[in-house]
C-alpha cells in the first residue's frame, strides 16, 4: 500500500512558477514508477509527466513540454513537478500517482493522491 499526498498547489500569474511536490508513504516507494496527471474543469484527466522508478527516465506530455520538468528523490519519498512559464489553460486540480508500469495511461497506475488546486491567472 502507498499513500500520496500532493502540495505546493496555489494561484499563480501567467508566466510565473510553481513547483508541486508529493510525499509517499512505506518503504516501497523506490518500487514504483511515479506520475504526475491533471483534470481541468469539464475536462478528461491529462497524462502531464512521469518518472520511473530509478529516475533515469522521464517523460512529459506535449502540452506541457519544455516547461515541466518531473524528477523524485528516493531518500525522501516525493516526487516533484517544477512547472515554468505557466498558462491559463493549465489549471487544473493535479494528482501523482504510483505504479509499476512505467506508463502515461491513468489506468496503469495503482496509487492516486488527492489532489492539488492550480489556478493560472491572467
Known amino acids: 500500500q502507498v499513500q500520496l499526498v500532493e502540495s505546493g498547489g496555489g494561484l499563480v500569474q501567467v508566466g510565473g512558477s510553481l513547483r508541486l511536490s508529493c510525499a509517499a508513504s512505506?518503504?516501497?516507494?523506490?518500487?514504483?514508477?511515479m506520475g504526475w496527471f491533471r483534470r481541468a474543469p469539464g475536462k478528461e484527466r491529462e497524462f502531464v509527466a512521469r518518472?520511473?522508478?530509478?529516475?533515469?527516465?522521464?517523460t512529459s506530455g506535449d502540452s506541457v513540454k519544455g516547461r515541466f520538468t518531473i524528477s523524485r528523490g528516493n531518500a525522501k519519498n516525493t516526487v516533484y513537478l517544477q512547472m515554468n512559464s505557466l498558462k491559463p489553460e493549465d489549471t487544473a486540480v493535479y494528482y501523482c500517482?504510483?505504479?509499476?508500469?512505467?506508463?502515461?495511461?491513468?489506468?496503469?497506475?495503482?496509487?492516486w493522491g488527492q489532489g492539488t488546486q492550480v489556478t493560472v491567472s491572467s
Open positions: 518518472v520511473s522508478a530509478s529516475g533515469i527516465l522521464s
Open positions: 512505506g518503504r516501497t516507494f523506490i518500487a514504483y514508477n
Open positions: 500517482a504510483a505504479g509499476r508500469v512505467y506508463s502515461a495511461r491513468e489506468y496503469d497506475y495503482d496509487y
